[in-house]
């Protein structure tokens, strides 16, 4: 079956840096997005890898190894806004754009 | 540019009735996305439009569930007769050809008593 582990929670104190990380176990792999959720919002698009490395975008990064099946996202510089919930999802590649989630990371950032 | 919409935000109905959700895209998204994600389990995928045809229905739970999208435009999720399994929060996504990222909508709450 399909599979993707993260920690269910992670608490950090604000400015520090904290790393989500997310294993997968798939049928298929097209890439690995991120995404953020505030208090059941809409989850918000964060970050995409497809190939191996680092993507940097402002104070998030997002880093992707194929071959190990694993991948996470680096905030830095928290801020007490980062508080929410973080999933990891691989787009699965056999039908464009169908996405397997995480069960998300809630990141508790304190002051 | 307006984000994805979805109606009604919350929709609490007892089992046996009938529930139409409803989402709109951003404008020009030909792919159009349904997830669901019941209490204390992940997004799940539903199924993928691109445009009007149904690209990957492969997520439905069962026959209770009809998702359309007439026209290509906007589209409705109906339960009918809905259980109570079915309460959950449910997403819709839509992304235009070609690209991965899925922009997601706030979601319907959907209480089943």
């Known amino acids: 079956g399909q599979s993707l582990e993260q920690p269910s929670e992670v608490t950090a104190v604000e400015g520090a840096i904290v790393q989500i990380n997310c294993t997968y176990q798939?049928?298929?792999?097209?890439?690995l997005s991120w995404y953020q959720q505030h208090d059941g919002g809409a989850p918000t698009f964060l970050s995409y890898n497809a190939l191996d490395g680092l993507e940097e975008t402002g104070r998030f990064s997002s880093f992707l190894s194929r071959s190990d099946s694993y991948g996470y996202l680096l905030l830095q510089e928290l801020q007490m806004k980062d508080s929410a919930s973080y999933f990891c999802?691989?787009?699965?590649?056999?039908?464009?754009?169908?996405?397997?989630f995480g069960a998300g990371t809630q990141v508790v950032v304190t002051p | 540019e307006a984000g994805v919409t979805q109606f009604p935000s919350h929709s609490v109905i007892e089992k046996g009735q009938t529930v139409t959700l409803r989402c709109d895209p951003i404008?020009?998204?030909?792919?159009l996305y349904w997830y669901r994600r019941v209490m204390g389990k992940e997004i799940k995928f539903l199924l993928h439009?691109?445009?009007?045809?149904?690209?990957?229905e492969s997520g439905m739970p069962n026959n209770r569930f009809l998702a359309e999208r007439t026209g290509g435009t906007y589209s409705t999720l109906k339960v009918q007769p809905a259980e109570l399994e079915d309460s959950g929060v449910y997403f819709c996504a839509s992304s235009q050809e070609g690209v991965d990222t899925q922009y997601f909508g706030p979601g319907t709450r959907l209480t089943v008593l």
């Open positions: 999802a691989v787009n699965l590649g056999d039908s464009w754009g169908k996405l397997q």
């Open positions: 798939t049928s298929g792999f097209y890439g």
């Open positions: 404008s020009g998204h030909d792919n």
């Open positions: 439009f691109v445009k009007e045809s149904k690209q990957d």
